[in-house]
């Protein structure tokens, strides 16, 4: 648990993964090309940390996130791994056979607890801002459309129900208390935003930065509508996330957030054009109608660091976000299809470009089963290329996926065609948020499936082959 985001910053630094950049560096586009270089270093290079930004008066950090160590460091475990392999446990869980197998699954109930967020604190966030011209933000590519706030926890409620969602959505500042909200048509902040619009009532915002690192990286977390985000961060944490009350609205924050924006939206107001913006399709998303915030309160706490992140051509600091997220989550797949074995989503890919998944094969047809349960799961639906292969493959692997994917498929036999909802980013779509998806069977084929021949075997080196080598 890290009471605040100066907290992480001195383990990151304990920990050799702190770089501190103490010369003046503009936040417009100088930070970006200072952090590309270095996420695109070996292993995500380290966390940045730029202590005299340009016309602002707290520090930046960057790239906090960019590595499979540094995603560890900010969940609090050894390996994201262990993550999964708890929440295996916790959902395959049978009654206890034995006295030790009963204080096993008492420590669990006892850590599930923790998913309840407590209320009632104090916000850390006291000081008063005059604007968002205090904070470093970025203007990250030559042509975005201006400074934008990239890695933003967006904290709504649904007006019916009351549920909270916390949602990353990247905010481009319009002047010192406006912003766009980025909330994409599919996402559970533009489904709140619309139901307000048809209550006409004006929707209470608050926006949080920084604070325990967890928080932000559970914000950007696929998780299903209704099911709020800190519920995910107290669980991984095993300490409930301690909320403050908002001053200006109803909702609540981490009440150790490092800076608060309380506002709102208001839903007679028309929508304006947001960007363009350098995405992390490695390509500018062009403008688009989106909603404005307008911002009533900003607060800092006393040691505010203002965290950021850049997108762009990928390898980014998001593809680490996104494979801790398939790797923690992966248990919850196999629930449903138990015959999933590992799922992977490539750098180049950008998340929803590319899934490769391994499967154990059991019937003819199995892989076409598979694409389509995927497509129909959450923010899966948004994948354009699936690629299924068999168990023994290392779907991290893209030199071994490549080699599967072309020495087994017949394009005509093995390539399926579908529709359905695309990122909105995608710009190859023929519409925005609709497109056509690919799925590719490069699994071994059975006799069952049609037009195929004996399949041959994998050449594999036996034992005596093996020994005779030493
Ligand atoms: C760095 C980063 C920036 C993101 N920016 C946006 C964005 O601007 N708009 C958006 O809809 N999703 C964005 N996402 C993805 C969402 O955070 C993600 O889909 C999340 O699960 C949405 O939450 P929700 O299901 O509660 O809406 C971003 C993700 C990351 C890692």
């Known amino acids: ?165 916390v949602g990353m959505y990247r905010m481009q500042v319009i002047d010192e208390r406006t912003t766009f909200l980025h909330w994409q048509l599919h996402k559970t902040g ?40 800190f519920m995910l961060a107290g669980y991984l944490r095993k300490k409930s996330v301690e909320l403050a009350k908002c001053q200006t609205n109803d909702l609540e924050v981490p009440a150790n957030s490092d800076f608060v924006l309380e506002g709102y939206v208001d839903p007679q107001e028309p929508l304006a054009m947001e960007g363009p913006f350098g995405d992390h399709t490695g390509y500018y998303t062009l403008p688009e109608p989106y ?74 047809y199995h892989a076409m089963k598979v694409m389509h349960g995927l497509w129909g799961m959450g923010q899966m639906m948004f994948t354009k290329m699936i690629v299924v292969v068999d168990e023994d493959v290392n779907v991290h692997d893209t030199r071994e996926v490549l080699f599967r994917l072309c020495a087994n498929i017949d394009p005509q036999r093995d390539l399926i065609f579908s529709k359905g909802p695309a990122d909105v980013l995608d710009h190859a779509t023929p519409v925005v948020g609709f497109g056509s998806k690919l799925g590719i069977d490069a699994t071994h084929k059975l006799s069952g499936e049609a037009n195929c021949r004996t399949w041959p075997p994998l050449i594999q080196m036996d034992a005596t082959g093996a020994k005779a080598a030493g």
Request: glycine share 6%; net charge neutral; aromatic share 8%.
């Open 190 to 229: 533009a489904r709140h935003w619309r139901r307000y619009c048809e209550l006409q009532k004006r929707m209470p915002v608050t926006v949080a930065l920084g604070g325990d690192p967890v928080l932000a990286f559970c914000a950007t977390a696929p998780l299903p509508d209704g099911i709020d985000e």
């Open 291 to 364: 909603p404005k915030f307008h911002i009533e309160r900003i607060t800092a706490r006393c040691d505010a660091i203002y965290p950021s992140t850049i997108v762009g051509i990928p390898p980014m600091e998001d593809f680490y976000i996104g494979s801790a997220s398939v790797q923690i989550f992966l248990p919850v797949f196999k629930m449903t299809f138990p015959e999933i074995v590992d799922i992977a989503l490539p750098a180049e890919g950008v998340f929803h470009n590319l899934v490769v998944v391994s499967i154990r094969k059991q019937f003819p």
């Open 1 to 165: 648990m890290y009471g605040s985001l100066h907290e992480f910053v001195e383990k990151l630094d304990a920990a050799g993964e702190l770089k501190r950049i103490r010369t003046a560096v503009d936040p417009v586009l100088e930070i970006t090309t200072i952090a590309d270089q270095e996420m695109k270093a070996p292993s995500g290079g380290q966390a940045l940390l730029f202590e005299n930004c340009r016309g602002a008066k707290f520090p930046l950090l960057i790239n906090a996130y960019g590595s499979h160590r540094r995603i560890a460091l900010a969940l609090g475990v050894p390996d994201v791994a262990t993550i999964a392999k708890e929440l295996h446990g916790i959902l395959t869980a049978k009654p206890p056979a034995s006295f030790k197998e009963a204080l096993a699954l008492l420590g669990t109930a006892m850590d599930l607890r923790h998913t309840k967020p407590s209320t009632g604190k104090v916000c850390a966030a006291t000081e008063e801002l005059p604007g968002l011209s205090a904070l470093p933000i970025q203007q990250c590519w030559p042509k975005d459309a201006g400074r934008f706030l990239t890695l933003p926890m967006v904290i709504t409620r649904d007006p019916d129900t009351g549920a909270r969602n």
